[in-house]
């Protein structure tokens, strides 16, 4: 039942839930509270896989005009420096840096050692992090951004809408846009693959 539940959801999501189920009958094997983990051989539903794709000139136009709301800075991290939306969401004042003259934002990536990687701050959201840190929240004190993943999600939907709200815009569509981006403009695939914090190249190629 609990596996069935997740038809119509993301490949990943049904992959998470069935490993999280394994993982815990496991440790009630482990706990001699069952004899057979259940959920070891069940039948995953194939799930649904969402393309990538970058902003389109319309909805880039858009999106660039109502990141200068604060609410959106967030987002504005995923445009303008590649980053995931996890990353995206706890920024501290102490990860943006200066390397070699050059402000930078130190990105504490956790997916892969590789997502640990710094990215140059273009001078557009350098003004937008300025304009955002003028009216601090108490509550996240030494903080950029620092959201929950459902407040990340919450914001999203009235952004995706002014954009068009076409069905596969996702906040991931942001993070494709700079690695596309970064392709247009020449940079080399290795470099990108840094900044993207990527652990193969193929991915981001």
Known sequence: MCINHQIGNSAFQINQTKQMMCFLFEKAIDNNIISKN????ITKPVGTKTTRRSLTNEEREVFLEAIEDPAYL???????CGLRPSEARDIKESDLIIIAGVPALHVRGT??????RDVPLPNNLSRLIQNSLKTPNKASEGYVCHISEKTLKRRWKPLKKVMGNAPDLVPYCLR???CTDLQ??????????KLMGHSKIELTA
């Open 38 to 41: 259940p959920a070891r051989n």
């Open 111 to 116: 997916k892969t050692k590789n997502a640990v």
């Open 176 to 178: 494709h846009t700079f």
């Open 184 to 193: 247009k403009k020449g940079i080399d695939v290795r470099v990108a693959q």
């Open 74 to 80: 967030p987002f504005a991290f995923m445009y303008y």
